[in-house]
């Protein structure tokens, strides 16, 4: 089965990470559309186009399944796109549902980008499931671009989670909704302004769970550890694009790789 992942940049990585763990045998074409990225300042008539470009792209490829791995690009395409295209198109949306339902009664924190956050769609999801009105919500605008530039770290990266953070009271919350896949990240700064019992919720494994339900396929439970020493066992399962251009130069590979290998160490982060 060959399925494509795709998103504005190298968030969708973290679901094709989660891919890895879950079906491991599946060939796949990972496509970041670099550049445009980001996605969650854009118009939405401009993010449409851009996601019809690279669905048109991956079908080409011989693509068996779609994964729109950006919530933004879900929020503004998806509908769409499942009427114009015939084969499963998996969307992503910020996992709300289980925040709100498997949490204590505090409150439940939501960070996306801006055009994620006014999106009618994550509207109708929150008025859904928020009976209690327990939600909030908090855009993070600049946060796809510090991990585009690999800024995991830096002192600008700490001096705006403190700015945006100081908003709120992190202690008032059972559970932080990562309603964006460039923000996978960063869990572990996360930890340093969340206590340890606010659970840190993203959208991974469920779109991964409801594409293995989507294709029949056998989903993996028992997991190992995902890590990569070279760029050749990156390849061996995946083609990586970056807006239309195939990925071969031994720089971009190994950035991927890095990525990955952040990822890894970020997914025992709960």
């Known amino acids: 089965m060959r ?5 504005s940049g190298i968030g969708g990585l973290s679901v094709l990470h989660e891919a890895y763990h879950r079906l491991p045998d599946q060939e796949y074409i990972f496509y970041a559309d670099t550049d445009h990225v980001p996605y969650g300042e854009r118009d939405p008539k401009e993010i449409l186009g851009y996601v019809r470009e690279t669905a048109q792209f991956l079908m080409e490829q011989g693509v068996d399944a779609l994964v729109i ?7 503004v395409a998806v509908r769409i796109l499942r009427q114009e295209l015939s084969l499963p198109i998996i969307g992503m949306e910020p996992a709300v549902k289980p925040a709100v339902e498997h949490t204590d009664q505090r409150r439940v924190l939501v960070m996306a ?3 994620t956050l006014r999106e009618a769609k994550l509207k109708s999801l929150i008025a859904r499931v928020d009976g209690q009105h327990r939600v909030d919500l908090l855009p993070m605008p600049e946060l796809v671009r510090f991990a585009e530039a690999e800024q995991f770290d830096t002192p600008e990266l ?49 779109t991964v ?60 982060i709960r």
């Open 113 to 115: 980008t801006p055009v």
């Open 69 to 75: 791995a950006c919530n933004t690009a879900t929020s």
């Open 209 to 268: 769970r409801y594409l293995a339900h989507l294709l029949s396929l056998d989903i993996r439970d028992e997991l190992g550890e995902v890590h990569f020493e070279t760029t050749d066992q990156l390849l061996e399962h995946t083609a990586y694009y970056t807006s239309g251009k195939s990925v071969t130069d031994q720089e971009t590979l190994e950035h991927f790789l890095r990525l990955h290998n952040r990822l890894e160490e970020m997914r025992k």
């Open 3 to 7: 399925i494509g992942i795709f998103d």
């Open 158 to 206: 700490k001096e705006y989670l403190t700015k945006q953070f100081s908003t709120i009271r992190p202690e008032e919350y059972s559970a932080l909704v990562l309603g964006c896949t460039h923000f996978n990240y960063f869990k572990d700064l996360y930890r340093r302004f969340f206590p340890e019992d606010t659970a840190l919720v993203d959208g991974n494994d469920g």
